[in-house]
């Protein structure tokens, strides 16, 4: 076994975030989200479209619970609980910047997995209640979330 301490542990991170920048930065076409850096564009990340998504299909499944239509609540849950992940260069990125955070941050994901997982449970036993209840709680977790790091990521990875 390997042992390492933090600061080799931090240059290994580095040492591997580097060796991806060609596959994170690249030359081309920019869009209007992109961000120019000299002759070099940054994609948007992945993340945001994930983010985006997310609350699409919040929207919608705050239509399904109110109508009662627990099998689109079911479908949309199972997303939620599965969303996306981002590359692994992204994801590399991201916990770079978070550091000592990454774990809060890997918190408030889980959070919302299993109260997602649990809306979807209600929905199938038709619990209005519980269902409710349960999507509180992912409602609860993405505002904590954004509250304690949308701003900073926004700042961080899009900084003009």
């Given at each position: 076994?390997?042992?390492?301490?933090?600061?080799?542990?931090?240059?290994l991170m580095i040492t591997?975030?580097?060796?991806?920048?060609?596959?994170?930065?690249?030359?081309?076409?920019?869009?209007?989200?992109?961000?120019?850096?000299?002759?070099?564009?940054?994609?948007?990340?992945?993340?945001?479209?994930?983010?985006?998504?997310?609350?699409?299909?919040?929207s919608k499944m705050t239509?399904?619970?109110?109508?009662?239509?627990?099998e689109k609540v079911i479908?949309?849950?199972?997303?939620?609980?599965?969303?996306?992940?981002?590359?692994?260069?992204?994801?590399?990125?991201?916990?770079?910047?978070?550091?000592?955070?990454?774990?809060?941050?890997?918190?408030?994901?889980?959070?919302?997995?299993?109260?997602?997982?649990?809306?979807?449970?209600?929905?199938?036993?038709?619990?209005?209640?519980?269902?409710?209840?349960?999507?509180?709680?992912?409602?609860?977790?993405?505002?904590?979330?954004?509250?304690?790091?949308?701003?900073?990521?926004?700042?961080?990875?899009?900084?003009?």
């Open positions: 076994m390997i042992l390492c301490n933090k600061p080799t542990l931090f240059r591997i975030i580097f060796l991806l920048l060609p596959f994170i930065v690249y030359s081309g076409e920019s869009t209007r989200e992109d961000i120019q850096l000299g002759s070099y564009v940054i994609k948007p990340m992945a993340l945001k479209g994930i983010m985006q998504l997310l609350a699409t299909d919040m239509d399904a619970i109110s109508r009662e239509e627990w479908g949309i849950a199972d997303r939620v609980a599965d969303h996306e992940q981002p590359p692994l260069a992204e994801k590399m990125r991201i916990l770079t910047f978070l550091g000592a955070e990454a774990n809060k941050f890997k918190t408030y994901d889980k959070k919302v997995h299993d109260a997602a997982v649990e809306v979807k449970q209600a929905a199938q036993q038709g619990d209005g209640y519980r269902v409710i209840e349960s999507f509180s709680t992912v409602q609860k977790n993405c505002l904590a979330c954004h509250q304690e790091f949308r701003d900073r990521f926004q700042a961080h990875f899009y900084k003009q």
